[in-house]
């Protein structure tokens, strides 16, 4: 079972609070959906502690960009891909043409750091699925390579890589 976990957010700031606890599910993608507006620090804190909970694997449209109606929220991505890479959470490259997010040089900042992405269409129907082309093409233009990218990885070793 996919189960997606939006991160909660209490006074201003994102929390680890996420709770988990009864779900049975391979993988928890946790993402900011609301209150864009807050400081670097607070944003950049807020998803690093989702990070600490360990149910969660991937964090999704890290920057939260939608191309030509929203820029990106203020994080400090150095800090984020370092906390990924520590905790072994992973980074979705999200191929939504309207998203593209990470974009190409945090993903190629990620690489060189090496935290693990993952390319995914955001797909809300069978149709978004043609979507994974963006992302493969965003993911070249970073530089990426398939031992960079978690799903490409045989089904096995991904479920190793998905256990934190």
Not at 102 to 119: E, Q
Request: charged share 25%; with cysteine; net charge positive.
């Amino acid at each position: 079972m996919w189960t997606s976990v939006r991160a909660i957010e209490e006074q201003g700031a994102a929390t680890a609070e996420i709770s988990t606890s009864g779900l049975s599910c391979s993988l928890v993608v946790a993402s900011v959906h609301f209150k864009f507006d807050l400081s670097r620090k607070a944003q950049t804190e807020g998803i690093i502690r989702a990070m600490h909970n360990r149910r969660v694997s991937i964090i999704g449209h890290p920057t939260g960009r939608l191309i030509g109606e929203r820029e990106a929220y203020e994080t400090d991505m150095e800090a984020i891909i370092a906390a990924a890479r520590e905790r072994g959470c992973h980074l979705e490259l999200n191929a939504d043409p309207d998203r593209l997010d990470l974009n190409d040089i945090n993903s190629h900042a990620a690489k060189l750091a090496g935290a693990k992405l993952a390319i995914s269409t955001d797909a809300h129907s069978v149709a978004g699925f043609a979507n994974m082309r963006f992302g493969v093409d965003q993911a070249r233009r970073g530089w990426l390579e398939a031992a960079d990218v978690i799903n490409t990885q045989p089904l096995s070793r991904l479920k190793k890589m998905l256990k934190r």
